[in-house]
C-alpha cells in the first residue's frame, strides 16, 4: 500500500454545508468559549461511529442548499487521469492498482485489483459493478473490494482501447479501439453478458477516441482523433455508421449525450451537436474543456472541466439551449484530470487529490 500523503476530509460549517470537524477527543459545542462540558455530561461514544472510524470510512457531509464547497476525500499519490463512482464509492486508477474511497472519505484507497503495466489505464463504473481495462480487454467486479476473479465482459484483440464508458443510467458497457486504419466499438450488459459489436468501420488517417452510451437507450457515440469526426449508431449492431458530423476543426477531448444533443470538449471550448450530429457549433466556454459529464437520472444539467490560464474551473450549463454563459462551481490553480458524477455530487482528481462535491 503506498503511503498517504495527508488526510482530507475535512468538515467545517461552511456556506450552508453543515459538515463535521472532528480532530482527536476534541468536542466542539459552540462558539461560546465561556461553555464547558460537565463530566457527567460527555457523551457516550457511538458504537457505529466507532466501527465506521475503524473500518477508514468517514460520514459522507449532508447536502446544502447550493452547490458546497469542496472536500477532499483522501490524498495520494501516482493518480491516473481517469475516475468513477457508483454513488456509494469512487473508484481509480493508480499505476498497476485499481483503487476505491468511500464518498464519504477514505483513510487510504482501498484495492480493488492489479492490472499488467499496460496502457492506457481507464476505469468505469455502472450502479452495480466497476470495470477497468488491461491492455485491450475491459473486466469487471461486484463491489468496491478486492476483487479475487473479475468477470471478463469484452476484448478488443489485437486493437489498441482508446474509450471505455458505463452509466448508472445506462444498460450498456462500450469500448472503442483501433489499429492498423480500423475502428471498433464493443458493448456488453453490466453483468458481462450480451457482448457483441456496436461497429466495425475503416478509419481516415485518425485513432478512436471517447466512447459513451446515450442514458436509457441502446444509441452509441464515439468519437475519431486526428481526422476529427464524431459518429453514432442508433440500433446496435451496425454495418456502418448511422450517422456522423463530418470533419470537426477539433478533436474531441470528452464525450456525452442526452436523448436530444450531443456535447463534446476541445481545446476551444465546450461543442453542441444534435442527436444526428448536424449543426455542431460552440456552446460554452473557450478554454481547452475536458471531463464532460450528466448526472445519472438527469439530462437538466452538463458538468466540465475548463482549462484557461493558469485555472481549472469545474463548470456547469444548463443543457437544451443553442449556447450557454457557464456557471462557475470551484476554481483551482491545481491541475483537474478527470471528473465524473453520481446523482448527488461531483468528483474529481485534483493534482493528487480526489475531491467531491455535493450538488443541490
Same mark, same amino acid.
Given at each position: 500500500?503506498?503511503?498517504?500523503?495527508?488526510?482530507?476530509? *475535512?468538515?467545517?460549517?461552511?456556506?450552508?454545508?453543515?459538515?463535521?470537524?472532528?480532530?482527536?477527543?476534541? $468536542?466542539?459545542?459552540?462558539?461560546?468559549?465561556?461553555?464547558?462540558?460537565?463530566?457527567?455530561?460527555?457523551?457516550? #461514544?457511538?458504537?457505529?461511529?466507532?466501527?465506521?472510524?475503524?473500518?477508514?470510512?468517514?460520514?459522507?457531509? #449532508? =447536502?446544502?442548499?447550493?452547490?458546497?464547497? =469542496?472536500?477532499?476525500?483522501?490524498?495520494?499519490?501516482?493518480?491516473? =487521469?481517469?475516475?468513477?463512482?457508483?454513488?456509494?464509492?469512487?473508484?481509480?486508477?493508480?499505476?498497476?492498482?485499481?483503487?476505491?474511497?468511500? *464518498?464519504?472519505?477514505? +483513510?487510504?484507497?482501498?484495492?480493488?485489483?492489479?492490472?499488467?503495466?499496460?496502457?492506457?489505464?481507464?476505469?468505469?463504473?455502472?450502479?452495480?459493478?466497476?470495470? !477497468?481495462?488491461?491492455?485491450?480487454?475491459?473486466?469487471?467486479?461486484?463491489?468496491?473490494?478486492?476483487?479475487? %476473479? #473479475?468477470?471478463?465482459?469484452? $476484448?478488443?484483440?489485437?486493437?489498441?482501447?482508446?474509450?471505455?464508458?458505463?452509466?448508472?443510467?445506462?444498460?450498456?458497457?462500450?469500448?472503442?479501439? !483501433?489499429?492498423?486504419?480500423?475502428?471498433?466499438?464493443?458493448?456488453?450488459?453490466?453483468?458481462?453478458?450480451?457482448?457483441? /459489436?456496436?461497429? %466495425? +468501420?475503416?478509419?481516415?488517417?485518425?485513432?478512436?477516441?471517447?466512447?459513451?452510451?446515450?442514458?436509457?437507450?441502446?444509441? *452509441?457515440?464515439?468519437?475519431?482523433?486526428?481526422?476529427?469526426?464524431?459518429?453514432?449508431?442508433?440500433?446496435?449492431?451496425?454495418?456502418? =455508421?448511422?450517422?456522423?458530423?463530418?470533419?470537426?476543426?477539433?478533436?474531441?477531448?470528452?464525450?456525452?449525450?442526452?436523448?436530444?444533443?450531443?456535447?463534446?470538449?476541445?481545446?476551444?471550448?465546450?461543442? *453542441?451537436?444534435?442527436?444526428?450530429?448536424?449543426?455542431?457549433?460552440?456552446?460554452?466556454?473557450?478554454?481547452?474543456?475536458?471531463?464532460?459529464?450528466?448526472?445519472?437520472?438527469?439530462?437538466?444539467?452538463?458538468?466540465?472541466?475548463?482549462? %484557461?490560464?493558469?485555472? !481549472?474551473?469545474?463548470?456547469?450549463? /444548463?443543457?437544451?439551449?443553442?449556447?450557454?454563459?457557464?456557471?462557475?462551481?470551484?476554481?483551482?490553480?491545481?491541475?483537474?484530470?478527470?471528473? %465524473?458524477?453520481? $446523482?448527488?455530487?461531483?468528483? !474529481?482528481?485534483?493534482?493528487?487529490?480526489?475531491?467531491?462535491?455535493?450538488?443541490?
Amino acid at each position: 500500500m503506498r503511503p498517504v500523503v495527508a488526510l482530507a476530509s *475535512v468538515g467545517i460549517s461552511l456556506t450552508g454545508c453543515a459538515q463535521l470537524l472532528d480532530i482527536g477527543g476534541l $468536542d466542539y459545542r459552540g462558539s461560546d468559549a465561556s461553555e464547558e462540558v460537565a463530566p457527567g455530561d460527555a457523551e457516550v #461514544p457511538d458504537a457505529d461511529a466507532e466501527a465506521q472510524a475503524d473500518s477508514g470510512a468517514i460520514e459522507a457531509a #449532508p =447536502p446544502c442548499d447550493g452547490p458546497c464547497a =469542496p472536500t477532499t476525500l483522501v490524498t495520494t499519490g501516482g493518480l491516473e =487521469p481517469t475516475i468513477a463512482t457508483d454513488g456509494k464509492s469512487v473508484f481509480l486508477r493508480a499505476g498497476t492498482e485499481v483503487e476505491s474511497c468511500s *464518498v464519504g472519505g477514505c +483513510q487510504s484507497p482501498s484495492h480493488v485489483y492489479t492490472t499488467s503495466a499496460a496502457t492506457p489505464r481507464l476505469v468505469a463504473a455502472s450502479s452495480s459493478r466497476v470495470y !477497468w481495462n488491461d491492455g485491450s480487454a475491459v473486466f469487471g467486479c461486484a463491489g468496491a473490494g478486492a476483487c479475487g %476473479a #473479475p468477470t471478463t465482459m469484452m $476484448d478488443l484483440g489485437s486493437l489498441a482501447l482508446t474509450g471505455l464508458s458505463a452509466s448508472l443510467a445506462s444498460s450498456w458497457v462500450v469500448a472503442s479501439g !483501433w489499429g492498423s486504419g480500423n475502428l471498433s466499438v464493443l458493448r456488453a450488459a453490466p453483468d458481462g453478458t450480451s457482448e457483441g /459489436p456496436v461497429v %466495425a +468501420q475503416t478509419i481516415g488517417g485518425g485513432t478512436s477516441g471517447a466512447v459513451v452510451v446515450v442514458p436509457q437507450s441502446s444509441r *452509441v457515440y464515439w468519437a475519431e482523433d486526428g481526422a476529427p469526426t464524431i459518429f453514432d449508431c442508433v440500433a446496435p449492431p451496425c454495418a456502418s =455508421p448511422d450517422h456522423n458530423t463530418n470533419a470537426l476543426a477539433l478533436s474531441p477531448l470528452g464525450l456525452v449525450a442526452t436523448l436530444a444533443q450531443v456535447f463534446f470538449g476541445t481545446t476551444s471550448g465546450l461543442y *453542441v451537436a444534435d442527436k444526428d450530429l448536424a449543426s455542431a457549433k460552440p456552446f460554452a466556454g473557450s478554454g481547452v474543456i475536458g471531463g464532460v459529464v450528466l448526472q445519472p437520472s438527469s439530462e437538466a444539467v452538463v458538468y466540465f472541466v475548463e482549462h %484557461a490560464g493558469a485555472n !481549472w474551473t469545474i463548470e456547469s450549463c /444548463p443543457t437544451g439551449g443553442a449556447s450557454c454563459t457557464p456557471a462557475a462551481l470551484h476554481t483551482t490553480t491545481t491541475a483537474v484530470s478527470a471528473l %465524473a458524477a453520481d $446523482d448527488a455530487s461531483l468528483v !474529481w482528481i485534483e493534482g493528487n487529490a480526489v475531491m467531491r462535491m455535493v450538488l443541490p
